[in-house]
């Protein structure tokens, strides 16, 4: 259930606007790979192109290619729709669908493409993607209930869930903790570090701590100034990344010196 | 799983094609609509633009002799209005945004609001049996002490039907909209401007003097424009409460009264025949002439303040 | 504030000081007191005026004229005790004040007349009777309320799509000039009176049936073009309100744009597009020129809206105002129950809409 993804010479701009330039990156199945830099250097914006949710802002575009177990991404007759069902995503904001209960939020990805799915099939799903999310206990008793009436921290635990559940081999997460508390944080971390027994997991974070504690390898962006692209600066092993990086720039970021 | 490996590939999706197609669709419709309505109103039209009182029993000579004096009453009433209308809406909005109690606010504007849902045709029923007869001592004091002043000349209107009268129902009919204008607009004015004005120990009118109307100014422009839009094509109740002679005049308490280009066609229309009927529809595409330039002007402002304003 | 009042203004003298950021004000009282003063004073002043003129007790011009004298006395007396500065900002709160009473004036006057009058024909018979071969007293309104159901929904019938569909391309399909185009022809729409779009339907109807042509169809057609601008614009502005998360949310889980839209974000907005549609009817149900215009009026019930005129309950106000006949007072009772009757339909419209916007609204969580 789960693949690695090779991306060849990425350029990805927005109309005109160059905002990440040159990645080559190769991620290994069944790991936690963490995206680090300061603010504005292009992470979130990469992060998108790994599922075409980047296209989705008009005017954005994406040169060269992502292989996802050797299938290119941007291959003309690739259909975006049928990528992102691959390769799910979890966002910075929790954000369940206001007008579904629990259970509706869970099985969306089935629900909202109109497939036929028997009840026990659905009921055993849900409880298989809400008990991967490590939420089956605290909603099993309100699964009616809306979505968004559970804390900040189930919410995006919910989303996980949701994301689990269409079955996917990659799950994107774009800081994924960034809006919780430090307890509903921790829970999160421990999910990723099940999650990755079965997926490969990729998560951008502004949080140096989170990147060394749930990540195999680390990648390190960053901009040499305002308007200027972004680049893949250093990729290695995160206790590397962390303890003995071979750029400068790392090093002053991952100790605190800049961002 | 990962050995068979999934090659992604395209599927047509018939219902994002037709989805999207139909709501271009949709929209083609409105363009469609709106040209329609041009090239109708245009082509009957056309016929009346240039015939005259022997084409047409309608007509005194010609056509712009007899649209002229109705272009006259329309500008004339709504001018007049716009005139008690703005003042009062500025207060009104004033007073629900930065006077009555917070709780309150919203309460009082959906009260406002109300007045909007009154259909036009109530209005009407509502400016002969009542307010016309309630103003009319007052009209008669007027001439009585103030008839030296040419607005206010005699002889006096029995009925208080007068242009004056159609001009109160027209202002408080547009009230609702330039109230709710206003107020959104002077609510938007930044906290810290007025907080700053009170820091300095202005009082509250001199918060709202220095703060919130300068602030407000092109909002209170615009809704003024978009009144004046409403009552140029208000018909129901000008019809209804003006006693109309087709004259050409300033006074505002006789009943020797201009009428108005809307009301002038629902009055006629239903009686009209053959040319006549192209007369009306041409005097109503002036209408529409008028009220898009008004409105058109309105946006401009709008769009104006939108570019130039950082709170946006 | 207070502290920039000069402190040797003359009434502070007069006034004990205990606390001195109170002193130099007038007392929280004073302006009621003032005000029920003036009222007094304009009450003495009509009272000699009716014993004098021997006319009847003006009760409306002795409280205008106390409110018209309180704004200046208040000014006044605050003048004298706190200041020019001060005076000024109660001047303008008076006047602020006295221009929320004065819109509230004619609201509540055609509130009360609509009712008394309107209560004396609102009986079974005005409910169960058509105009057919009425003439004098007795009559009713069903044909005018089939009228206005039939026209107001077929005028729905061809807005409501129409109008969602153009919402939907604006915010989820719509960039460059096609769109901008779109906008500004709706905010032109808007701004079509209501007349004219009589006209129009009057206009097209006639050159396909012939002149002088007055169905229910044209009416409903008049009514669309004056609902389709305010269904797109209120739309619009409820489907901007669906966060792009939701819609992300559903693209990451490889959810194609049109069930998105379908399945995520009208259903999230689907409480404040009711809301709004319920508005536009409201706004539509009262027009009377368009349809008096292009439908005509009518004694009788028509439910063919291909065929024949249709009578609409706005048009009946104003034909029963218009064309009274013997003995006027039978025509002007209807007209009044048929204008209260429409008020209360609007009034429920507008009530209902509230009412779905208030409890339906999805709650966003945060």
Redesign the interface.
């Known amino acids: 259930m789960s693949k690695r993804i090779e991306v060849r010479d990425l350029n990805v701009y927005y109309g005109k606007f160059l905002a990440v330039e040159g990645v080559n990156m190769e991620i290994e199945p069944r790991s936690v790979t963490a995206f680090i830099g300061p603010s504005g250097c292009g992470k979130t914006t990469f992060l998108r192109t790994l599922n075409r949710m980047h296209e989705v802002v008009p005017g954005a575009r994406v040169e060269g290619e992502v292989l996802i177990d050797g299938n290119n991404l941007y291959d003309p007759d690739v259909d975006p729709v049928l990528v992102r069902r691959q390769v799910g995503m979890v966002f910075q904001r929790p954000n369940p669908f206001p007008t579904m209960s629990v259970k509706d939020n869970v099985l969306a990805g089935v629900k909202l493409n109109n497939r036929r799915i028997s009840k026990s099939d659905a009921d055993e799903l849900m409880e298989r993607s809400l008990r991967s999310a490590n939420l089956w206990n605290e909603v099993k008793d309100r699964l009616d209930r809306p979505g968004s009436g559970l804390s900040g921290g189930q919410q995006q635990r919910l989303c996980i869930a949701r994301a689990i559940a269409v079955s996917p081999e990659v799950i994107l997460m774009d800081e994924p903790c960034s809006a919780l508390d430090p307890i509903s944080t921790l829970a999160i971390e421990d999910l990723i570090e099940e999650l990755k027994q079965d997926y490969t997991i990729v998560i951008v974070t502004h949080n140096m701590q989170q990147a060394s504690r749930v990540s195999d390898r680390t990648a390190f962006f960053n901009i040499a100034g305002t308007g200027k692209p972004g680049k893949l600066i250093e990729y290695d092993d995160t206790t590397t990344i962390f303890s003995n990086p071979s750029v400068k720039a790392t090093e002053d970021y991952v100790s605190g010196r800049f961002g | 799983m990962s050995t068979a490996s999934t090659v992604i590939k395209a599927k047509q999706r018939p219902g994002d094609r037709v989805f999207s197609g139909s709501a271009v669709f949709a929209g083609s419709m409105i363009l469609v609509t709106l040209a329609a309505v041009a090239i109708f109103l245009i082509v009957q039209s056309l016929p009346a633009l240039f015939a005259t009182s022997e084409d047409a029993s309608i007509l005194p000579t010609n056509f712009w002799a007899y649209v002229g004096p109705l272009i006259f009453g329309t500008v004339w009433a709504s001018a007049l209005a716009l005139l008690m209308a703005l003042p009062v809406s500025i207060g009104i909005a004033l007073f629900i945004s930065h006077y009555a109690p917070r709780r309150l606010a919203s309460v009082l504007g959906y009260i406002v609001d109300l007045l909007a849902a009154v259909p036009s045709v109530v209005f009407g029923l509502w400016g002969i049996g009542v307010l016309a007869p309630a103003v009319q001592p007052l009209y008669s004091w007027l001439v009585d002490n103030l008839g030296w002043f040419p607005l206010f000349a005699g002889p006096v209107s029995g009925t208080g039907r007068t242009i004056l009268t159609a001009a109160i129902v027209l202002a408080v009919m547009v009230l609702p909209i330039m109230t709710a204008i206003n107020r959104e607009v002077f609510l938007q004015t930044p906290v810290l401007h007025e907080e700053a004005a009170l820091a300095l120990g202005a009082t509250r009118w001199e918060m709202i003097r220095t703060a919130v109307l300068p602030f407000g100014r092109s909002g209170i422009i615009s809704a003024s424009v978009l009144g004046l839009g409403r009552a140029l094509g208000e018909t129901m109740a000008v019809a209804m409460v003006l006693s109309a002679s087709g004259a050409l005049t300033f006074e505002l308490l006789t009943s020797v009264n201009p009428s108005t280009i809307a009301a002038n066609i629902a009055l006629s229309f239903p009686e009209a025949y053959g040319p006549n009927v192209n007369v009306l529809i041409a005097t109503g595409l002036i209408l529409f002439i008028v009220t898009f330039a008004v409105n058109a002007f309105a946006r401009w402002i709008v769009s104006r303040r939108k570019e130039f304003s950082g709170a946006n | 504030?207070t502290?920039?009042t000069k402190p040797d203004t003359p009434a502070a003298v007069t006034t004990p000081i205990q606390n001195s950021l109170t002193a130099g004000r007038l007392p929280t009282p004073a302006p009621w007191i003032i005000l029920g003063a003036a009222i007094a004073v304009s009450a003495a002043i009509f009272g000699v005026m009716a014993v004098a003129g021997g006319s009847g007790y003006n009760w409306?011009g002795a409280l205008l004229v106390g409110a018209l004298l309180y704004i200046p006395s208040v000014w006044l007396f605050s003048v004298l005790v706190e200041g020019r500065?001060?005076a000024?900002?109660r001047?303008?709160?008076a006047?602020?004040?006295?221009?929320?009473v004065?819109?509230?004036i004619?609201?509540v006057?055609?509130t009360i007349?609509?009712v008394t009058?309107g209560l004396a024909r609102f009986d079974a018979e005005f409910f169960t009777n058509s105009m057919r071969n009425v003439t004098g007293e007795g009559g009713g309104i069903v044909h005018a309320i089939v009228g206005t159901l039939l026209m107001t929904g077929t005028a729905a019938l061809i807005s409501i799509?129409?109008?969602?569909?153009?919402s939907?391309?604006?915010v989820?399909?719509?960039?460059g000039r096609?769109?901008r185009?779109?906008t500004?022809?709706?905010?032109?729409?808007?701004?079509?009176?209501?007349?004219?779009?009589g006209?129009?339907a009057?206009?097209?109807f006639s050159?396909f049936l012939g002149?002088?042509t007055r169905t229910g169809i044209a009416g409903a057609v008049s009514l669309a073009?004056l609902m389709?601008?305010v269904v797109?614009r209120s739309s619009e502005e409820m489907l901007r309100l669906v966060?792009n998360?939701?819609?992300?949310?559903?693209?990451?889980?490889?959810?194609?744009?049109?069930?998105?839209?379908?399945?995520?974000v009208l259903?999230?907005s689907?409480a404040g597009i009711t809301t709004g549609i319920m508005l536009s009817i409201?706004r539509v149900?009262?027009?009377?020129?368009p349809l008096?215009?292009a439908a005509?009026?009518t004694a009788s019930v028509n439910y063919n809206m291909f065929d024949g005129r249709m009578q609409s309950l706005?048009?009946f106000?104003?034909t029963q105002?218009?064309n009274q006949g013997n003995p006027p007072q039978a025509y002007l009772d209807r007209?009044?129950a048929a204008?209260l009757t429409?008020?209360l339909i609007?009034?429920a419209l507008?009530l209902i809409a509230?009412l779905v916007a208030r409890f339906f609204a999805?709650?966003?969580?945060?």
Do not use: Q
């Not at chain 3, 006047?95 to 929320?100: I, N, P, Q, R, W």
């Open positions: 504030m502290m920039t409306g500065r001060r000024m900002d001047l303008v709160t006047l602020v004040t006295g221009a929320f004065l819109a509230m004619p609201l006057s055609l007349t609509v009058f799509p129409i109008g969602l569909m153009t939907v391309y604006l989820e399909y719509g960039h096609l769109a185009g779109i500004f022809l709706v905010d032109v729409m808007t701004g079509i009176p209501s007349i004219v779009a006209l129009f009057y206009a097209v050159i002149p002088g073009v389709i601008p797109v966060p998360e939701l819609r992300e949310a559903a693209y990451a889980l490889g959810v194609p744009k049109w069930l998105t839209i379908v399945k995520v259903p999230t689907m409201a149900i009262g027009e009377t020129a008096l215009i005509g009026f706005p048009v106000v104003y105002y218009a007209a009044w204008a429409l008020i609007v009034m507008n509230r999805p709650k966003f969580g945060r």
